[in-house]
């Protein structure tokens, strides 16, 4: 894990506001020069001067300097290489690169917008809900720091995608298969970004290739929060169940010779009334925080005293977030190769929507940063990949009752 990679200095603060400023008005000039005054032009300025904004608030956001983080950086490279991708493609099949860009632009923004949007809502009560709005809102935009919810981002450039070729009068299909490769290429640069960051962590396991993360890290602090630092890990059953907080597991010595057993419902922690897990929560990382011992009192009164332990690394986690990244990488390959074999467009885009929700299904099944929803059983990252496999299988029997075929990219671009 490595969050943070570097600082730039404040001084530097100056240069960037120049580059980019000037950067800005040599691209609006080529721009000018070229076409005139196009719609293009007019997308590209609220971006430049949201940069100039955002620039020029850095010292007083931070203070000791720029840090460049790893999540950030990685999500920076993947855009990057996919617009790569996506130009030599769109060269390939006729398609001017300078559509591409201006599609990656929205696509990126209303992207990262949603992603976080989606994180947002889902971790509002555990970590944005704080008493004070400033907090809030400065915790909110932080999405380099890792926050990104890939369906979010996908829902989010979907559509911008829509409206971009609506308003051109673009292929839809024919122009998702030339972009399709990119995305998941992206997305594995962002997985990588994760693994940095310590977000999108797997469960426990004692398999070699096995990854810990340091304290302060996210699957670190959830393991004190879960009791697993205490040799337990307590679980909240449904809000009808009169028992709302119960022993999960057992793993600690102690309690286990003690007959502390699983399925023991949990009424008080350092002799504090817990009334669900959220407050079980709190009370064992106020003990952990302040090395004090955990007093679990049940609900037939037994009492049991653990002692934590304080290790300089979480226990051993499924590095869910290489899984992904070599899922990615594999897929994005796959969907390069297949883009000269398909007989219709929108074949590319349907492989794409195959084949990911199923990886990310199984994917689910052992990471552990999300919760079961909607009474299902499954997390809304499972919920959402039913969803949209149902929604390719759609796709593929429309496109399979259509002729082979395929639009091309000979009309102009409408401006």
């Given at each position: 894990?490595?969050?943070e990679l570097f600082r730039i200095p404040l001084a530097w603060h100056s240069v960037l506001l120049g580059l980019w400023i000037g950067g800005g008005l040599l691209a609006l000039v080529l721009?000018?020069?070229?076409?005139?005054?196009?719609?293009?032009?007019?997308?590209?300025?609220?971006?430049?001067?949201?940069?100039?904004?955002?620039?020029?608030?850095?010292?007083?956001?931070?203070?000791?300097?720029?840090?460049?983080?790893?999540?950030?950086?990685?999500?920076?490279?993947?855009?990057?290489?996919?617009?790569?991708?996506?130009?030599?493609?769109?060269?390939?099949?006729?398609?001017?690169?300078?559509?591409?860009?201006?599609?990656?632009?929205?696509?990126?923004?209303?992207?990262?917008?949603?992603?976080?949007?989606?994180?947002?809502?889902?971790?509002?009560?555990?970590?944005?809900?704080?008493?004070?709005?400033?907090?809030?809102?400065?915790?909110?935009?932080?999405?380099?720091?890792?926050?990104?919810?890939?369906?979010?981002?996908?829902?989010?450039?979907?559509?911008?995608?829509?409206?971009?070729?609506?308003?051109?009068?673009?292929?839809?299909?024919?122009?998702?298969?030339?972009?399709?490769?990119?995305?998941?290429?992206?997305?594995?640069?962002?997985?990588?970004?994760?693994?940095?960051?310590?977000?999108?962590?797997?469960?426990?396991?004692?398999?070699?290739?096995?990854?810990?993360?340091?304290?302060?890290?996210?699957?670190?602090?959830?393991?004190?929060?879960?009791?697993?630092?205490?040799?337990?890990?307590?679980?909240?059953?449904?809000?009808?169940?009169?028992?709302?907080?119960?022993?999960?597991?057992?793993?600690?010595?102690?309690?286990?010779?003690?007959?502390?057993?699983?399925?023991?419902?949990?009424?008080?922690?350092?002799?504090?009334?817990?009334?669900?897990?959220?407050?079980?929560?709190?009370?064992?990382?106020?003990?952990?925080?302040?090395?004090?011992?955990?007093?679990?009192?049940?609900?037939?009164?037994?009492?049991?005293?653990?002692?934590?332990?304080?290790?300089?690394?979480?226990?051993?986690?499924?590095?869910?977030?290489?899984?992904?990244?070599?899922?990615?990488?594999?897929?994005?390959?796959?969907?390069?190769?297949?883009?000269?074999?398909?007989?219709?467009?929108?074949?590319?885009?349907?492989?794409?929507?195959?084949?990911?929700?199923?990886?990310?299904?199984?994917?689910?099944?052992?990471?552990?940063?999300?919760?079961?929803?909607?009474?299902?059983?499954?997390?809304?990252?499972?919920?959402?990949?039913?969803?949209?496999?149902?929604?390719?299988?759609?796709?593929?029997?429309?496109?399979?009752?259509?002729?082979?075929?395929?639009?091309?990219?000979?009309?102009?671009?409408?401006?």
């Amino acid at each position: 894990m490595c969050s943070e990679l570097f600082r730039i200095p404040l001084a530097w603060h100056s240069v960037l506001l120049g580059l980019w400023i000037g950067g800005g008005l040599l691209a609006l000039v080529l721009m000018a020069k070229r076409s005139g005054w196009t719609s293009d032009m007019a997308g590209f300025l609220p971006g430049y001067l949201l940069g100039i904004v955002a620039i020029a608030l850095v010292p007083t956001l931070f203070p000791e300097g720029i840090p460049v983080r790893g999540y950030g950086l990685m999500v920076l490279v993947g855009a990057l290489t996919g617009l790569w991708m996506a130009t030599r493609r769109a060269r390939q099949v006729g398609l001017e690169p300078e559509v591409i860009f201006s599609l990656a632009f929205g696509m990126f923004i209303c992207g990262i917008l949603c992603a976080r949007l989606f994180y947002v809502i889902e971790y509002w009560p555990t970590r944005f809900q704080f008493n004070k709005w400033s907090t809030t809102l400065l915790e909110i935009v932080k999405f380099t720091e890792g926050g990104l919810v890939i369906y979010g981002a996908f829902i989010g450039a979907t559509l911008a995608f829509v409206a971009f070729v609506k308003k051109h009068h673009l292929p839809a299909l024919a122009l998702a298969d030339v972009i399709a490769p990119s995305l998941v290429a992206g997305l594995a640069f962002g997985r990588i970004g994760c693994l940095l960051n310590g977000c999108c962590y797997g469960g426990e396991t004692d398999k070699p290739w096995a990854v810990t993360f340091p304290r302060d890290s996210i699957p670190y602090m959830e393991q004190v929060i879960d009791g697993r630092m205490f040799g337990l890990r307590l679980k909240e059953l449904s809000a009808t169940d009169p028992r709302p907080v119960v022993v999960e597991s057992v793993m600690n010595v102690t309690a286990t010779v003690a007959r502390f057993d699983e399925g023991s419902v949990i009424v008080a922690i350092n002799d504090r009334p817990v009334n669900n897990l959220a407050e079980a929560q709190q009370e064992i990382l106020h003990a952990f925080d302040v090395k004090q011992s955990l007093r679990l009192q049940t609900e037939s009164d037994r009492i049991i005293q653990l002692a934590s332990i304080d290790p300089t690394r979480s226990f051993p986690v499924h590095p869910t977030q290489l899984y992904s990244a070599i899922n990615a990488v594999l897929m994005a390959w796959l969907l390069w190769s297949f883009y000269p074999f398909r007989l219709r467009d929108g074949e590319v885009t349907a492989l794409m929507l195959t084949l990911y929700p199923v990886a990310r299904f199984l994917l689910e099944i052992i990471r552990i940063d999300e919760s079961a929803v909607f009474g299902t059983g499954l997390s809304i990252s499972q919920n959402i990949s039913i969803l949209l496999l149902a929604g390719a299988i759609v796709l593929w029997l429309w496109l399979r009752s259509q002729p082979p075929g395929r639009a091309g990219f000979k009309q102009p671009v409408a401006s």
